[in-house]
């Protein structure tokens, strides 16, 4: 049962490059890695998603080394609207479990 | 494209008494997810369902909470009756097909008070 752990809380300014790492050390083989965006009072928004390597959308990327063992969200050029709490979830099919992690809250300064 | 629509926004109750929410999946969904989310900690899985049948219900206190998906299409939530501790928001998702590879699409939720 792959379990996630990121960091609580991050600071970042406007305009700065954001890297959020998320490690899970027990992925399994048929786990896809996605990461959501959360604001108060909204469920959970779709980010981005990817099995290896690297992904890239209109948004962020998705950088994910060879092991798989950890993942990294990179939101370029952040805005103030950017604060929001970002969750890494991973897949887990054979089981049918979909564990989100603790998330990170993401603060961006002016 | 509709998104997840879900029903009451807001509920207070008082401990003990029932209370039930709705979700409204994106049509053509066949995956509903509901999730428990208390303040300052991540979405818990509480019931999935393929179509209309339980796919995991393994976190769902069943002693006092129940769901169902009739036809395949809406669901509803059951708590009777509520603790304290039930306070949260709940959360529907659906998905085209199982979410491990699939995005899911969250509702707004539904935040719950229990008094």
């Known amino acids: 049962l792959a379990k996630t752990t990121q960091p609580i809380s991050m600071d970042s300014y406007e305009g700065q490059e954001v890297n959020i790492t998320c490690s899970h050390n027990?992925?399994?083989?048929?786990?896809?890695i996605t990461w959501y965006q959360q604001f108060p009072s909204q469920g959970p928004r779709f980010i981005i998603q990817?099995?290896?390597t690297k992904v890239t959308n209109e948004v962020a990327s998705l950088f994910i080394p060879a092991d798989r063992k950890s993942s990294t969200l990179s939101l370029p050029r952040v805005s103030l609207s950017d604060t929001a709490v970002y969750y890494c979830?991973?897949?887990?099919?054979?089981?049918?479990?979909?564990?989100f992690g603790t998330g990170t809250r993401l603060k961006v300064l002016a | 494209e509709a998104g997840v629509a879900q029903s009451p926004r807001y509920k207070i109750i008082e401990k003990r008494q029932s209370v039930a929410f709705w979700c409204n999946p994106i049509?053509?969904?066949?995956?509903l997810y509901w999730y428990q989310q208390i303040l300052g900690q991540g979405p818990k899985l509480l019931i999935q369902?393929?179509?209309?049948?339980?796919?995991?219900d393994s976190q769902l206190p069943k002693d006092r909470f129940s769901a169902e998906r009739l036809k395949g299409v809406d669901s509803t939530l059951k708590i009777q009756p509520a603790k304290l501790e039930d306070s949260a928001v709940y959360l529907c998702?659906?998905?085209?097909?199982?979410?491990?590879?699939?995005?899911?699409?969250f509702g707004p939720g539904t935040r719950l008070t229990v008094l």
């Open positions: 049509s053509g969904h066949a995956t």
């Open positions: 979830l991973v897949g887990d099919p054979g089981t049918y479990k979909y564990i």
């Open positions: 369902f393929q179509n209309n049948g339980v796919v995991d």
């Open positions: 990817g099995y290896k």
């Open positions: 027990n992925i399994a083989t048929n786990d896809y």
């Open positions: 998702a659906s998905s085209l097909e199982d979410g491990g590879a699939d995005t899911q699409y």
